[in-house]
């Protein structure tokens, strides 16, 4: 017997489909948490996938507020919603998207300090923010709790995308592949178009669900370069660092 | 004398605007060699002098260095972290 009501069963009938999620994979979604670090380019897709996926708790992490300058890439937001807080703002927005699920809103910069409050109780975290700092945090916390992690970055034209699945014992991590920590160019910087961190973000959504299920092949061991000028996609591989200052052996 | 292929991608093939090329490398050139040798060549490949530039040999990133072998294609791109 499913536990799913006749509504879900409808509602998410064609995830239901697929062979590979079916009833068994679609509770699963329901019943998983998904922390969410930065509601911009790439939050947009992946919390408006994740939410309409049936991903049962969402989590939306951004210390920021919508600015006219996000409207250009950042689809989850409106006109009126200029000034307000993103995680607000998002959340709003998702819970016109699907009212069943629960939509946690917290206007944070994720940092040492919060960190663990933050990411408690997760399932799975998903990294769009714009930052490295916050990244590594949540690379650290979710090691530590063997949650998986999918990052995502763009700028400009080009995307980079991975995932660790800490639940997996001697994972890599993202200081393996990312070691040197200097920050580098943000979107406000440098520029953005828009449908690279649609794609990106799609992504992103993709590998969360594909972890959250346990199917496919997931993008752990590989970096996705992603190139859109010349719509030239690159897989790298990687290992975990017996260097790396996060999990090496030193 | 060896050939290598070097390739580059993102905003390093955009400013470069090359996208691929084939190099002659001495017997025993590291990877951190030939990235030395490109930086100087082309100091105006401002992505190109990035501490932080990453390096792929054969489709496997490299995070330390390496020796570099005839035939081998090294994939030069930058870090990204915008979101």
Known sequence: MTSLTDSQLLRYARNILLSNVDIAGQEVLLGSHVVVIGAGGLGSPVLQYCAAAGIGQLTIIDDDCVDETNLQRQVIFNEQQVAQPKAEAAAAQLRQLNSAITLNAKTERLEAGNVDGLLQGADLVIAGTDNLASRMLANGYCRAHSIPLVTGAAIGTSGQITCFDFRQQNSACLACVYPDESENLSCAQSGVLGPVVGTVGSLMATEAIKLLLNIGKPLTGRLLVWDAMSMDWQNFNYAKSPGCKVCGEN | ?83
């Not at chain 2, 025993?28 to 530039?53: F, G, P, V």
């Not at chain 2, 570099?68 to 915008?82: I, N, S």
């Open chain 2, 1 to 83: 004398m060896n050939t290598i292929t070097v390739k580059f991608f993102a905003r390093l093939r955009e400013q470069s605007g090359v996208d691929a090329m084939d190099l002659e490398i001495g017997d025993m050139t590291k990877l951190s060699e030939l990235i030395a040798q490109l930086q100087d060549q082309h100091q105006d490949w401002t992505i190109l002098q990035q501490k932080n530039l990453m390096a792929a040999v054969n489709h496997s990133m490299i995070t330390d260095d390496c020796l570099l072998a005839a035939g081998d294609e090294v994939a030069l791109f930058p870090p990204v972290t915008g979101g």
